[in-house]
């Protein structure tokens, strides 16, 4: 099973609203990722965890919060966002997170609207 | 990292072999050069990664020169459903967790 599971694939929330984006993989990777792609764009990434540990936070604004409950699994909070913040949210996983020659996995996304 | 740049566009027909070629000036000893392949609405996959000289797997070749300022991709004999966006990246390994940066991609067409 080489594939990265996400839900919901559409989201849309309003401003107040509290909703959370879930990422599976079951390929015992150790290293799991948040991206965000806006129309157009390359994706950009918000958060690493490695070893179920956050190892990178790229100055993501705290209405975005992850969680990694086990190896498997990747959540991300969201909370009170604003309608810039409308993009294709991807997860990714990888083997480890150091060796130069592990292949990062993609998800399919989540859709997430901002009303 | 090295910042890479890579043309904004190619078109290319059905049958035809596509070369994109990606520069990366300031790239270091130890980094790699990694290609992701993006469909509308999807996540990007991976498709091939060299260190010098020539790669091939069963999708795409990369040619990377002796001084590896640059890199090529090519895919044989494209279709229609190869048309996506191509992105060229420098990797490189470290103790911790080891960041992928985009560049802008390549959005290639490919023309019945």
């Known amino acids: 099973d080489t594939e990265v599971t996400q839900t919901p694939k559409h989201l849309v929330m309003g401003m107040t609203n509290k909703k959370s984006l879930k990422c599976e993989q079951h390929m015992g990777h150790r290293a799991m990722y948040w991206y965000k792609q806006k129309a157009k764009k390359p994706p950009e990434l918000m958060f690493v965890y490695s070893y179920e540990k956050l190892s990178i936070n790229e100055s993501v604004p705290s209405r975005f919060s992850p969680e990694c409950p086990n190896s498997s699994l990747l959540n991300l909070h969201l909370h009170a966002l604003q309608p810039e913040d409308s993009a294709l949210y991807l997860c990714?996983?990888?083997?480890?997170?150091?060796?130069?020659?592990?292949?990062?996995?993609f998800g399919p996304g989540t859709r997430l609207t901002v009303l | 990292l090295a910042k890479t740049t890579q043309p904004i566009s190619m078109d290319s027909y059905e049958g035809q072999e596509v070369n994109i070629t990606c520069s990366h000036n300031n790239i270091a000893t130890n980094d790699y050069i990694t290609w992701y392949q993006q469909f509308p609405s999807q996540g990007p996959r991976f498709i091939i990664q060299g260190y010098k000289t020539k790669v091939t797997n069963e999708v795409a070749s990369l040619f990377i020169p002796a001084d590896r300022k640059s890199s090529t991709l090519s895919l044989p004999r494209v279709s229609l459903s190869d048309t996506a966006v191509y992105y060229c990246l420098v990797v490189r390994a470290s103790g911790s967790a080891r960041q992928l940066t985009f560049g802008s991609g390549t959005q290639l067409t490919v023309l019945p």
């Open positions: 990714a996983s990888s083997p480890t997170s150091g060796y130069i020659t592990d292949t990062q996995y």
